[in-house]
């Protein structure tokens, strides 16, 4: 399998982790960022430092011409798709459902889910055998969420999650033939930036002691995970849905 790697989301938090840990790893990898640039650069130099190879490209995945200019540049760039890791999401501000417009609800779906089936569009284009590729992995990034519900906080961000959930394990099973493994990981409270874009910032440390670990996690943890779900160790592990929540 080609050790070259679409990680969407990738400037910040989870994405941005798993980025350096792959390229750590062996493996070179194309950063998907939607606005911050330079942050995404630091991550692409953080990759190079490690000896492999790294581009950085600006796309909103919830538009489709952006994904395929995406994939298109670490074809060009990189080479031969290996891996896709679906890391861009949102969240938005606290509320309850009876308190949610359309246009919150319109764009949690379409980056959360659509992107997430846009991109792996895209990867399975690239990997199938019956286009022709020589196989692959992809990742989704769910969360503790799509079985929790978060009720008064983000029922919406819960069951875009909850979509993943089924995403990834049907589209397991469509191209488990075809040299495809695909699996997401469910992180719970992670000390990454997206609290604070949802407007609790300090949400980790409030909700810590409903933890069993009584402690959020790091990025890094959940990037371990999904450096595993990507290396041949899970060679036989498509359709899993992998908890990384302290337990909760």
Partial sequence: MAKVAVV????????AATATLMAARGWD???GYRTDGESAERVADA???AGQRACAVAADV???ADLVKLFAAADASLGQLGALVNAAGIVDRKARVDEMTVGRLERMFAVNVIGSF?????AVRRMSTNHGGDG????????AASRLGSPGEYVDYAASKGAIDTMTVGLAREVADEGI?????????INTEIHASGGQPDRVRRLSPAIPMQRGGEATEVAFAIMWLCSDEASYVTGALLDVSGGR
């Fill in 8 to 15: 969407t989301g990738a400037s910040r938090g989870i994405g």
């Fill in 29 to 31: 990898v194309c950063i």
């Fill in 47 to 49: 990759c190079r430092a």
């Fill in 62 to 64: 919830s538009q489709d």
């Fill in 118 to 122: 846009l991109c792996a569009r895209e």
């Fill in 136 to 143: 692959g992995t992809i990742v989704n990034l769910s969360s």
């Fill in 181 to 189: 493994r695909v699996n997401a990981v469910r992180p719970g409270l």
